[in-house]
């Protein structure tokens, strides 16, 4: 009987699956659909295209989709092309993990069109993974102390750990998926709202929390790495960093650019439609040069990538929608950016 294998059964999020059909016909058109309930319970959906080969096997590690949520060989393409079924909502969900039921169809075909036309799924085999930010011994701490609104995530085991504040940009809220993932991997990580948070001093849309705010207790010392992802200037340009929007790092204080003591990768998204933040890294690339201080810069610079570059694998919907990129092109970007992130806070956290 036709065999579906997707392995690891489970995994983190940034964990490549291989997916592999056996004991098919050979040379035969079969469609591998991904199907999941986001946290609202509504129906993500990705499917793809592809043809056995002459064994009847299928392997989407090494063998190119030829339609359907994208073309070409892409290995991770059901999991970053996931996409809402119509109607469906957006949802990220920290703790449970993401259960995505993986089916191998007869033909080329449109999954839910097919169901909705004759509630047949021609379903030859199917496979379920479980992928999830935090990992197994993860701790979550809600913190509401002295006006500090976040969550916190340590990484199982006694520490001492290196620990790293993680921020989001302007559209404000509390994002825990991140640091979630980055505790997984080891780091004691601080997920800390700013803005647009019932919890912080009023308005929603306005950052109301103060200079003081960002020296949390227990953080002060030196910063020992920054990272920037698609930094806009001016849209923190009345905050209490002038020069730096600092997504990732141990503390969060910088008042200048000449200030920087400690290595900064700057990411950006070339085809990012909602910030130039391309050359908003030139000008800190030139003020660090003209203090003698280039060496400390890191540029990460991805064509074809758009504005919010997140973990890898993670469903990129969201992303190619509203703020730029080519969905193939941007879920590579991730990928690479959240290798040499984590080598990059390897070696100047753990030094
Ligand atoms: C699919 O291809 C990958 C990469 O070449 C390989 O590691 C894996 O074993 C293959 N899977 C199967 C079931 O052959
Ligand atoms: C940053 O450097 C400027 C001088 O370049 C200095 O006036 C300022 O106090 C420094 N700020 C911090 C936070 O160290
Ligand atoms: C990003 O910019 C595009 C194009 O100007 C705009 O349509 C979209 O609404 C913006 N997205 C966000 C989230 O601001």
């Known amino acids: 009987a036709p065999l579906l294998t997707a392995s690891p059964a489970r995994a983190l999020m940034d964990e490549q699956i291989s997916i592999s059909g056996r004991f098919l016909p050979p040379h035969q058109p079969v469609t591998v659909c991904a199907r999941m309930h986001s946290e609202d319970g509504d129906l993500w959906e990705s499917f793809s295209h592809y043809n056995t080969n002459a064994n009847g096997c299928v392997n989407l590690s090494t063998d190119p989709s030829v339609g359907g949520s994208y073309v ?86 006694p520490g001492p750990f290196p620990a790293m504040l993680d921020l989001w940009g302007m559209g404000g809220g509390l994002y825990e998926y991140r640091s979630a993932l980055f505790a997984s991997r080891g780091f004691a990580s601080l997920s800390l709202a700013f803005l647009g948070h019932k919890d912080l001093p009023g308005p929603l849309n306005r950052i109301n929390v103060g200079d003081k705010y960002f020296k949390v207790k227990g953080m002060q010392s030196e910063l020992d790495a920054a990272i920037c992802i698609s930094f806009h200037s001016m849209t923190m340009s009345h905050f209490c960093v002038k020069h730096i929007h600092i997504l990732i790092d141990h503390q969060f204080y910088i008042s200048g650019t ?86 990059f806070m390897d070696t100047n956290l753990r030094g």
Not at 126 to 141: I, N, W
Not at 283 to 309: M, N, W
């Open 72 to 157: 070409g060989c892409e290995p991770m393409g059901l999991f970053w092309g996931l996409q809402p079924a119509p109607g469906g909502r957006d949802g990220v969900s920290t703790e449970a993990p993401y259960v995505v039921h993986i089916s191998l169809l007869e033909d080329h075909v449109s999954p839910s069109e097919t169901l909705k036309d004759n509630g047949q799924s021609g379903e030859l085999a199917a496979s379920t993974v479980e992928r999830f930010y935090m990992a197994p011994g993860v701790k979550r701490v809600e913190i509401r102390q002295n006006g500090v609104v976040g969550t916190l995530f340590l990484p199982p085991g």
């Open 258 to 343: 000449d200030n920087i003591s400690c290595p900064l990768m700057y990411i950006v998204g070339e085809d990012d439609v909602n910030c130039s933040s391309d050359q908003n890294a030139n000008q800190i690339e030139e003020a660090l040069s003209a203090v003698g201080k280039a060496q400390l810069f890191t540029r990460l610079s991805y064509p074809g990538a758009g504005h919010l570059i997140e973990p890898p694998y993670s469903p990129n919907v969201r992303t190619s929608l509203w703020w730029g990129g080519h969905p193939a092109l941007h879920a590579a970007a991730q990928e690479d950016a959240w290798k040499k992130m984590l080598d």
